[in-house]
């Protein structure tokens, strides 16, 4: 609302303004205008799953049953599925910080305690023995984000196999959030499943809103060990009933029509944008912390008048029409904070006005 009061430009919301892609579209409106308006099963459909699975070969080199993919009311979705399906009341879960808000709502609306492990920039990396610290005798889960909303952080092999030998020593499932996998600047994407001691104990999350440019479609999926995927589908079940059909068959069609190179295509136009926003941060001496991955960038906004980030970020909106969001709303007890993060997948006419505009701020001062 307030940027909308300044006429701003929002840079504060997740929203990828890519083109959706030709086959994708044209594959909803195929199915729609072709009568498949009616529910799919749980799982989802078995076309999408299987695109899924030959997906995660080709990438990764993950052999994944169709049976073990649940698609859902987007990432989210299958985040809550999943929870609701292996959490009680009381479980601990481990959550890297700073985080994203919807998986720390989530987790506490099911009555579980959150340990916290704080992640250090400028690379975001974490402390094994303060890992350790968080674990209890009641600690069930570890969630993972990578690439990380909204440090961008992408944790390498070696992060993850330090990982796999807490999870393995103290017995938890990791669920690895991934919605941002097509997005990786700095190394590549690892998914947590292909590290030994990790195989059988991931949960990893994903959809196409990011890389299809499709958030308000809602389709994203869940991986899941046999043991859980059925348990998850009956939770999707009772919780969205299904999916969109019309539009599971739209991203189906996408994943067998598109080829690596826009997904190539979708990281150079990102990392592209990532620089020419990070460099105009640099010159306004709003240091940014550059993210490896997603499309996020936390800056430090110490520089800009106010007592709190919150008035610190309405300060910046006020002198540059550009809306962020305050630090603060990514960690769980911190009342200020001097970072805002931003947003750069904007297309590119209204990413260069937010630069010029930013730029002023430097001329002004």
Not at 36 to 60: H, I, P, Q, W
């Amino acid at each position: 609302m307030e940027c909308i009061k300044f006429n701003g430009i929002n840079m504060a919301q997740g929203v990828c303004d890519l083109e959706v892609p030709a086959s994708v579209m044209n594959g909803a409106i195929a199915a729609i205008e072709s009568g498949k308006n009616s529910y799919s099963s749980c799982e989802g459909l078995v076309k999408l799953r299987s695109t899924v699975a030959d997906k995660m070969s080709t990438f990764y080199q993950l052999d994944v049953e169709d049976a073990n993919i649940i698609v859902s009311i987007g990432a989210t979705g299958a985040f809550y599925s999943t929870c609701l399906a292996i959490l009680d009341p009381g479980d601990e879960v481990i959550v890297f910080e700073p985080f994203y808000g919807y998986h720390t709502a989530t987790v506490t609306s099911l009555g579980c305690p959150i340990n916290f492990v704080r992640l250090q920039p400028p690379d975001w990396s974490f402390s094994l023995k303060q890992l350790e610290e968080a674990v209890s005798e009641k600690t069930k889960v570890l969630l993972i984000n990578t690439p990380g909303n909204p440090s961008g952080k992408v944790f390498s092999k070696d992060e993850l196999t330090q990982i796999a030998q807490v999870a393995q020593k103290h017995n938890l499932t990791i669920i690895s959030d991934e919605i941002y996998e097509s997005f990786v600047y700095e190394g590549s994407h690892i998914p947590p499943m292909s590290v030994p001691g990790l195989e059988d104990r991931t949960i990893t999350i994903s959809g196409f809103s990011k890389v299809f440019s499709i958030t308000g479609w809602r389709i994203g999926y869940a991986i899941c060990p046999p043991q859980i995927s059925q348990t998850v589908a009956h939770f999707n079940d009772l919780v969205y009933v299904c999916a969109p059909t019309p539009l599971q068959i739209g991203v189906a069609q996408g994943l067998l029509d598109l080829d690596q190179e826009y997904y190539l295509s979708v990281q150079r136009q990102h990392l592209k944008k990532r620089d020419q926003f990070c460099e105009v941060l640099e010159q306004v001496n709003l240091k940014p912390y550059i993210p490896a991955g997603a499309y996020y960038v936390l800056a430090d906004i110490s520089n800009v008048s106010g007592k709190t980030d919150k008035e610190k970020v309405m300060q910046l909106l006020q002198e540059t029409g550009i809306a962020s969001v305050p630090g603060s709303s990514f960690y769980h007890n911190t009342p200020s904070s001097n970072l805002a993060r931003f947003c750069f997948a904007k297309n590119q006419a209204e990413l260069d006005m937010a630069c010029r505009q930013i730029t002023q701020l430097a001329e002004q001062r």
